[in-house]
């Protein structure tokens, strides 16, 4: 069973062309749905999804009550999608359904495959953008992904149990489940240029998925053990101003220098505060999260196989 799980946001034009050219490939590899996620459109997209499910059993739709992004949108689909295999795809035609047997074949061995757009159908300024984001997720996640924001991405439905997403995480989902332990693997893809309604994306965008990057970075790397952050960056402001005011202290039994006056001894008395300060509440965030994954200690690890 196949699901394919298709975000849509006032895309009323690239409906009908996009099951037309979807219909054919799903035909050809068996049991299927098609799952809409209809994301609070202001024009008649929801009409078209309707008409089609009218004709055929197979399309499915979630009706969002409102506009609530991309990452909602496909948390939504996921958690309603029955196939074994699911496969995400943006609804504006520039993702190839002819691609999705080839998604699926190297997802033979692995839980997630994700489409690299090599050859981008996009203006300059979103080729520049994403290739520096997706540089920057490379570094950050250590994932070695080229395309990160490809929609098109074929998932195991064993992955997407308990997947907790948020803010612009849809791009960065296989990092997240690459930490949780699962095999990702990527494949190239076609890409179109957009010939029916308007783009979503935006800077704006790109800054929230940024954000949301670092954020990943923090929790996968210190979410069990923050005062090891916190606790390194307290320790180094706390120092900086200890050997800040040790160094006037010398001066002044030394040389019997005035220290009233040094804007240097505010300084270093300001560092030890704030660096004592972030080591307690690193501290503090060491005895909730504890407790807090004491309480959840059967959702700490993700077991693959039992061999009995």
Not at 130 to 151: E, I, K, Q, V
Not at 171 to 181: E, M, N, Q, S, T
Request: net charge negative; glycine share 8%; aromatic share 12%.
């Amino acid at each position: 069973m196949l699901s394919v799980v298709i975000p849509v946001y006032n895309e009323e034009a690239n409906i009908q062309p996009l099951y037309e050219q979807l219909k054919p490939v799903l035909a050809g590899l068996g049991e299927h749905e098609i799952l809409f996620i209809e994301d609070g459109s202001t024009d008649r997209t929801y009409e078209h999804i309707v008409a089609l499910h009218e004709n055929d059993s197979a399309v499915r739709c979630i009706r969002m009550r409102r506009n609530f992004g991309q990452t909602p949108a496909l948390l939504a689909g996921f958690n309603a999608a029955a196939g074994d295999v699911v496969v995400t795809m943006d609804g504006d035609l520039q993702n190839d359904p002819v691609d999705i047997p080839r998604l699926l074949d190297e997802l033979d061995g692995r839980d997630v495959v994700s489409g690299w757009r090599r050859d981008r159908r996009d203006t300059l300024g979103k080729r520049l953008s994403s290739r520096f984001s997706n540089w920057l997720a490379r570094r950050l996640t250590g994932l070695p992904l080229h395309d990160f924001g490809c929609t098109l991405k074929a998932y195991r439905q064993e992955c997407l149990e308990d997947l907790e997403l948020y803010g612009e995480m849809h791009r960065y989902i296989p990092a997240v489940l690459a930490w949780r332990g699962f095999r990702v693997g990527e494949a190239t893809v076609r890409h179109h240029e957009r010939e029916r309604g308007q783009t979503k994306y935006g800077f704006t965008r790109l800054f929230r998925g940024l954000f949301d990057l670092i954020t990943f970075k923090f929790w996968s790397g210190f979410s069990t053990r923050p005062l090891h952050f916190f606790g390194a960056v307290g320790l180094l402001l706390f120092a900086a101003g200890f050997i800040v005011d040790l160094y006037l202290v010398l001066l002044k039994l030394l040389y019997g220098e005035e220290l009233a006056d040094r804007p240097l001894l505010l300084l270093g008395v300001l560092l030890m505060v704030v660096g004592l300060q972030i080591f307690i509440s690193g501290f503090l965030a060491e005895i909730m999260v504890r407790s807090y994954y004491l309480a959840q200690s059967d959702k700490m690890y993700s077991i693959r196989e039992i061999l009995e």
